[in-house]
């Protein structure tokens, strides 16, 4: 790991931002710094005239009725827009949701997907499952596929090239710029779940389409809600995406909604401590004995480093360990259940540190994965605990794995 890695910190760029938009307005006395928190179904008008008027204005961050957005929704929306790099944003109410809207936005009955091996695995039942039941085909594809080599798996109905760089289990860097050009020559649509690079990956500026994010990560940052978001980058993109929302009852609650906003307000502190806390202990655990191969893309033989060398402005706080194939899964389970800090549970970008199995059926794969062939393995999400105290866990806990 060479020194132009670590220092790459892609979260500390984006403090000031973080502090001053999605704000109200600092021209009157007594205004509050935060937007407030405004629940509701009805909106009153003083005119049919003024409702009819408002009603037309669905495109736009307007407070209509309850069910098309909050105002905490919109501010919410305004500010994911522009960390993203897209023009707009549609909350919804989970991560999952902002993983499938795409698929039920923009492609139809008889048309062809392809989605990557290491896709979130909500995401591939939904295609396996929903997407099939509505006559859409789902295809899936190695990750670390070249764009020549992909090219074959394209078909004249395929509409849409979905993305997850890097995979939440394995960890594959995808090349995003070469996907996109190789989706647009195809006449499809490329979309990415930018989830572990928000705020360090920019998928407007590398071609993306449609960028769709789980809030329930690294945005809120504290493990207490569940929300999502798309993010488009063309008015023709926005206005199916925005219609489809509206017309299937997707938003984000208002209480969500303004407990992210509160969240994004610390988030370039939080990730810039926790990815160097992360790149500490993934470096640290390549020198553990016990340790096959650690899965993080900052390092170099993590598959497709060179793309986040290239691409990424930083890292992310979640990645994976290999351990060596001498070791069983039911040691691998010891080793987990002996951690005292890092809590077993399945989703990350939070404040504490978790651990969850990535072995012994926990991930559905057609094709090699890097985890197979080889030991047990696991993934850690690293919080804000000191980095001492999480070694000294995972010490301990790598006694009784040898027990």
């Not at 600092?26 to 049919?48: D, H, I, K």
């Not at 006559?135 to 979905?162: C, H, I, W």
């Not at 979309?191 to 769709?212: A, C, M, Q, R, Y």
């Amino acid at each position: 790991m060479t020194s132009d890695h670590s220092v790459k910190n892609g979260w500390q760029a984006l403090a000031t931002l973080l502090t001053h938009q999605a704000r109200p307005e600092q021209n009157a006395a007594g205004t509050s710094v935060n937007v407030p928190l405004t629940r509701g179904s009805t909106v009153l008008f003083p005119t049919l005239e003024d409702m009819n008027a408002r009603g037309k204005l669905r495109y736009e961050h307007e407070y209509i009725y309850g069910a098309m957005g909050s105002p905490p929704q919109h501010e919410l929306e305004k500010i994911l827009a522009t960390i993203e790099g897209g023009t707009h944003c549609q909350a919804v109410s989970s991560g999952l949701a902002a993983c499938t809207m795409p698929f039920l936005t923009f492609l139809k009955t008889g048309d062809h997907c392809l989605l990557p091996d290491n896709v979130y695995g909500p995401t591939r039942r939904f295609a396996n499952h929903t997407l099939k039941r509505f006559g859409v085909e789902t295809t899936f594809y190695p990750p670390s596929l070249s764009p020549e080599k992909l090219q074959a798996y394209f078909r004249d109905n395929t509409r849409m090239l979905f993305t997850e760089s890097p995979g939440s289990h394995t960890f594959e860097v995808q090349d995003i710029p070469a996907l996109a050009a190789l989706a647009h020559k195809n006449n499809a649509l490329l979309t990415l779940d930018n989830t572990w690079g928000f705020g360090i990956f920019k998928p407007f500026e590398h071609g993306v389409d449609i960028s769709v994010q789980a809030l329930t990560k690294y945005p809120s940052g504290h493990s207490d809600v569940i929300a999502g978001a798309i993010i488009v980058n063309t008015p023709e993109h926005w206005k199916i995406l925005r219609d489809t929302a509206i017309e299937l009852g997707q938003l984000a609650g208002a209480d969500d909604c303004w407990l992210t906003l509160r969240g994004l307000r610390t988030m370039g502190v939080r990730l810039a401590h926790q990815s160097q806390s992360a790149l500490a202990i993934a470096q640290w655990l390549t020198t553990r004995p016990e340790v096959e191969k650690v899965l993080h893309p900052a390092l170099p033989d993590c598959p497709g480093h060179e793309f986040w060398k290239r691409d990424f402005k930083g890292a992310g706080s979640l990645f994976g360990v290999i351990l060596k194939a001498d070791y069983a899964q039911s040691a691998m389970e010891r080793f987990i259940n002996s951690l005292q800090l890092f809590g077993i549970g399945a989703s990350w970008g939070g404040y504490e540190s978790l651990v969850l199995p990535t072995s012994g059926g926990m991930i559905t794969r057609n094709y090699e994965a890097p985890t197979d062939g080889a030991g047990p393995s696991f993934r850690l999400q690293i919080g804000l605990e000191n980095i001492e105290d999480l070694k000294a866990d995972l010490s301990q806990a790598f006694v009784l794995l040898k027990s």
